[in-house]
């Protein structure tokens, strides 16, 4: 791959990885010289993740969001061009020899709520919470936190039925085993509580190093989720924070307590990481454990969260949403790359019923554009809607 030319513009050149969504490169627009990341994903694979992804990152647009700039497929390959981010918390935590500062932790627990509020405030889940899906930026943004890899995400709120999704049992887990909220693996539907849960256990990785359900040795015939799930379910916050401040322990119980329909309140979980640089003389200054020198970035001059409108071509644009049409296409991504079914009979969670949300209703629709150069189909980024 290194070396062709995709779209006319992007040059393929170092490659950065792969996973079972395919490879990943980064790319050199010919014509500017600007640096971006092309993802690419086999065709016969038949996932569709990365288009998916594709619509996803046109719906979100936001601060710590990867910026998309194209996507369309060739003979071969699903295409997705977007924003050259850098490397993902787990890469720094390893760097770090798997230890993170009180401080650290808490700045970037800050930005990951920030982050997923927004992304649920899209009536969006990520379902997939983990180091590896947070990254830093590059360059005058290398401070600041993204989320990535939106394939498994699906949307929990439908607005034009202004219907919560229904809480069921027995689902295939979808996500990452290790930092899968307890219902999650328990095989119950997944809402925005799940996901903050997640976050719980990403900060309590980053402070012990490990989590007590790593590494856990199966006798013949048993079931690895089942072994998690019980280890996690009987660790309790307390035991689970044991030495580090109190407020980590609140955070790991409120989340584990929020009913499946309920707005989280966002406000009170920043607050604990905040209440807790308060209490060790720590500010928000995005000096982090790995960086060699202190950041000329004062608090006040740097906005991290999402309370504003992305501007583009001087316009604001807001998308509108073809509710079934969006659902249908991530939920046929996330079905086909689910794990396998873990049925554990066990008694579901008391249900209460919590408001309704509304929120501003969102359009995703492709234009597709013949490019001629590929042999293939492209969408650009500003044609997913028009403002």
């Known amino acids: 791959m290194q070396g062709k030319i995709f779209f006319k513009y992007y040059k393929a ?3 950065l990885g792969e996973g079972s969504f395919g490879k990943i490169y980064t790319a050199i627009n010919i014509k500017t010289k600007e640096l971006y990341a092309i993802k690419m994903e086999r065709k016969e694979y038949g996932q569709g993740l990365l288009e998916t992804e594709a619509h996803i990152l046109s719906h979100l647009k936001g601060f710590g969001i990867p910026e998309m700039k194209t996507y369309g497929y060739n003979q071969n390959y699903n295409i997705l061009v977007m924003e050259l981010l850098g490397n993902s918390l787990e890469d720094y935590f390893q760097k770090m020899k798997k230890s993170f500062s009180i401080k650290t932790t808490c700045m970037l627990g800050l930005q990951m709520l920030d982050r997923i509020e927004w992304v649920h405030s899209k009536n969006l889940i990520h379902r997939d919470i983990k180091p590896d899906n947070f990254v830093m930026g590059r360059g005058d943004k290398n401070h600041i936190v993204y989320i990535i890899d939106f394939g498994l995400s699906k949307k929990y709120f439908s607005v034009s039925k202004n219907l919560h999704i229904k809480f069921t049992q027995n689902k295939k887990l979808t996500g990452t085993a290790r930092y899968a909220s307890i219902n999650a693996i328990k095989g119950c539907e997944q809402s925005r509580r799940d996901d903050l849960e997640a976050i719980g256990y990403v ?4 402070l ?3 989590l007590p359900w790593q590494g856990l040795k199966n006798k013949k015939g048993e079931d690895r989720y089942i072994k998690i799930y019980e280890k996690k379910k009987n660790t309790t916050p307390e035991e689970l924070c044991k ?3 109190e407020e980590f322990t609140e955070f790991i119980k ?5 009913q499946f329909e ?4 966002y406000d009170y979980l920043r607050g604990l990481l905040k209440h807790i640089l308060n209490k060790y003389n720590e500010c928000i200054d995005y000096y982090y454990d790995w960086d060699k020198e202190k950041p000329n970035i004062k608090e006040n001059n740097i906005i991290y969260t999402n309370d504003y409108h992305i501007e583009y071509n001087g316009k604001n644009e807001w998308l509108k949403n073809k509710d079934e049409k969006f659902n249908k296409k991530m939920e046929k991504a996330s079905n086909i790359y689910s794990k396998p079914k873990v049925s554990l009979n066990l008694t579901p969670s008391i249900i209460k019923n919590s408001k309704t949300i509304t929120s501003i209703s969102t359009n995703l629709q492709q234009v597709k554009t013949a490019d001629n150069s590929n042999s293939g189909s492209r969408i650009n980024e500003t044609n997913y809607a028009q403002a």
Request: charged share 30%; net charge positive.
């Open 262 to 265: 309920s707005k989280p309140d």
């Open 208 to 210: 012990r190093g490990s």
């Open 13 to 15: 050149e170092k490659k």
């Open 203 to 206: 900060l309590m990785y980053f």
């Open 243 to 245: 030495n580090f401040p």
């Open 254 to 258: 409120y989340t584990r307590h929020i």
